[in-house]
């Protein structure tokens, strides 16, 4: 995931964002049709899915019959969760303290007011299978 690293622009960033919800790979007719907040047009979305394609973000699944022709199906070759923790690398490549950069990040997630008990006990369990696992 190091050697693939990539930042998405807003419009890459909504693709991707209605990819990782969906349980199947999408054609680009029905990404444009499930983007409800967004009207895109079909030389635009064209460029976005090539752009992302080539930042190794999404992946051709394969063919999909649209009238005569066939198109291609699309899925996210990366988790939102391995994105997310790309970008956090990405940052903390340019602190000068790596270790107090997650820290800070673990501080602010855990004082969330939002952060219920089950995620914090998730939280835990990771942090203590980790410390385990560099015994």
């Not at 064209?46 to 930042?55: D, F, R, V």
């Not at 198109?71 to 996210?76: C, D, M, V, W």
Request: net charge neutral; aromatic share 6%.
């Amino acid at each position: 995931m190091d050697n693939n690293s990539f930042s998405l622009t807003k419009n890459e960033q909504e693709i991707m964002d209605l990819l990782w919800s969906q349980d199947k790979a999408l054609s680009r007719s029905e990404i444009i049709e499930l983007s409800t907040e967004r009207s895109w047009k079909k030389s635009s979305i064209h460029i976005l899915l090539n752009s992302l394609l080539e930042k190794g973000a999404i992946k051709v699944e394969g063919f999909v019959k649209t009238g005569k022709n066939y198109g291609r199906t699309y899925s996210a070759a990366v988790t939102q969760e391995e994105y997310q923790i790309m970008q956090f690398k990405q940052g903390a490549n340019y602190l000068k303290s790596k270790s107090s950069a997650i820290t800070g990040l673990v501080s602010a997630l855990v004082q969330n007011e939002d952060i219920d008990s089950e995620t914090l006990d998730k939280l835990e369990a990771i942090l203590k299978e980790r410390k385990s696992d560099r015994k």
